[in-house]
């Protein structure tokens, strides 16, 4: 039987929320919010993936496909057939497979920064960056740094690399890196939008297909 991963349940509302942190931590990434939360309309559920916080001594393949099954199995472990999605970053490019797999469940999804569906291929020096930081602290804290606009203290830095050294385990931090930065499904998430036209002699719809992400932006997608 395979394990439910490791996850904080809060609230007690109909509304249901699976929420997806980052590559360089754990859920706890959203400690933050946790005072602010409407726990009477929604139920949140913080997720961990394999190699992370609660789910640290979970083994895997670490790949966005292993991510999105993970969820769907907790989602059915907590009976919740519909739930809204809400991912940061390398968490907003598996929810964005997660609709695509499973499409009729996903009420709403939410991308904080979101990793588009093509992944994000490098090279170089960035390449170099990227791909040492599993091994290498002072990576983690220069990418910290530039990500977020170079406008943070060192004080913060040295917390964020802090906690990501706590809550992620270097072989799962190492995998996860190529998981987003490789992985590309942006053909299989086209998707149906219907627009209508109204004007003084024309009323009508027109449907058309776009790609339901927007590169280097955060962005928002509801269905009913």
């Not at 309309?41 to 991510?67: C, K, N, P, Q, W």
């Not at 569906?117 to 530039?146: K, Q, S």
């Amino acid at each position: 039987m395979t394990q439910v991963i490791g996850h904080q349940l809060m609230g007690s509302g109909s509304e249901k929320v699976m929420v997806l942190h980052g590559w360089m931590g754990d859920h706890s990434v959203f400690n933050g919010l946790f005072d602010v939360l409407d726990l009477d309309t929604f139920t949140y559920t913080f997720v961990d993936y394999r190699g992370y916080g609660l789910s640290m001594d979970l083994e895997g393949a670490f790949t966005m496909a292993e991510i999105v099954q993970d969820v769907l199995h907790l989602a059915n472990h907590l009976k919740w057939d519909r739930f809204h999605a809400i991912g940061h970053s390398m968490g907003g490019m598996a929810i964005q497979l997660l609709n695509s797999l499973a499409e009729g469940r996903v009420q709403s999804m939410v991308g904080i920064t979101p990793v588009p569906a093509t992944g994000f291929p490098m090279e170089g020096d960035m390449l170099a960056l990227f791909d040492g930081a599993a091994n290498n602290p002072e990576n983690r804290g220069i990418i910290c740094h530039v990500t977020t606009g170079e406008k943070h203290t060192q004080a913060w830095i040295a917390h964020m690399v802090k906690e990501s050294l706590r809550t992620t385990s270097q072989k799962a931090f190492g995998a996860y890196f190529k998981a987003w930065s490789m992985t590309n499904f942006i053909s299989s998430i086209s998707t149906k939008v219907t627009a209508k036209v109204n004007g003084p002699t024309t009323n009508h719809s027109i449907s058309f297909s776009i790609s339901p992400w927007a590169a280097n932006g955060a962005w928002s997608r509801a269905s009913t």
